[in-house]
């Protein structure tokens, strides 16, 4: 599965060819082909345990390969020690020297080289990561979101080909990492490397990267861009770990014109043709796809008012949460229970309560197919446990 490189990008291309890792009897990366655009923000998506973590560690030298090839630009480093690799890696912990203040801290890497004249880059680095004035505190005197920003500019500074980052994020809390999102985006925009972003978080991948790989036990499951991803899933598990995805298995009535006609329960639902990954045959059963946000929620007493050509489904509310911006619900309908609705607080219906009766309605070409044959709830569940102790935490 390869990667589109982005016109115009610096930095260094990362080609995995045929590359896996096993421990004795468990294999915690398949056989894998991955291109990594140079100068792209690049992230590894997974659950614990699906191999993202291992992956990276055979990048920056940490974990030997099975089997396969590590190239960094062009050139195969497979065999090299971390040393010897134009990468440098940034870890969830930190890792900096509590002794040394935060100048020397990001000097440190230019200092153990025998660079002695180091004022000018360490400047530059730490007001990169907007640290200058704090440049003489130390790491526990600043904040998470702090000692994270010196740990990148750390890195940095030896001006790697490649950064690596497992996890940086995990350790603080939402709003620091949401803003340290766009804190990483910023620097990574600016300095034109390539970043290889290891994360669990669904959010924290779409917000920063250029090109997701989904990784799903030692596979990689989907790779695109995260609007890709988010819209055009092609399994059960992307739809369902991308977000919330409702999935409705449906009989096939006819699959001739740019069209597929279904049926769900007593309801007939169409699909666009293109954006269906599994071949329809007439007889066959389907799964079909809609986000939540995608759905509009109309009263029973209004439903002439909802527009034609849309998909329609019956049912009764079961369950609303009042969430701030957004209402969720959940709704009992003859094609599928417990079908997610996310309604924005523009206007609020005061209506929709439990027990209403409604209609959900959405643009057809909202809808995506898959594969029946797929395990519906795939994905649904991102904390699995774990196969191997190895693996904790990747």
Known sequence: ?????????????????????TYGD????????????AGSFFALLGASGCG?????RMIAGLEEPTTGTVELAGRDVTALPPYKRSVNTVFQNYALFPHLDIYENVAFGLRRRGIKSVKKQVGEMLDLVQLGDL??????????????????????????????????LGA???????????????IQTEVGITFIHVTHDQEEAMTMADTVAVMNAGRVEQLGTPTDLYETPRSTFVANFLGTSNLITADVLDTTGDDILLRAGDTKLTLPATR?????????????????????LTHADDAGTVADGRNRVTGRIAQSSFIGV????LVDSPAGSGLSVYEQNVERDSRLVPGAEVVLHWNPAHTFGLDAAQNIEAGTDVLEAVPDAREAGT
């Open 1 to 21: 599965m390869t990667a589109t490189a982005t016109p115009g990008t610096s930095g260094t291309d990362v080609r995995l060819a045929g590359i896996s890792k």
């Open 26 to 37: 468990f294999t915690a990366v398949h056989p894998l082909d991955l291109s990594v655009p």
């Open 52 to 56: 993202k973590t291992t992956t990276l």
């Open 135 to 168: 440049a003489r505190r130390r790491p526990h005197q600043l904040s998470g979101g702090q000692q994270q920003r010196v740990a990148v500019a750390r890195a940095l500074i030896n001006h790697p080909d490649v950064l690596l980052l497992d996890e940086p």
């Open 172 to 186: 603080l809390d939402l709003k620091l990492r949401r803003e340290m999102q766009l804190e990483l985006k910023r």
């Open 276 to 296: 269906c990954t599994a071949t329809a045959r007439t007889g066959e059963k389907l799964l079909v796809g809609i986000r939540p946000e995608k759905i509009s």
């Open 326 to 329: 957004s209402t969720q619900y």
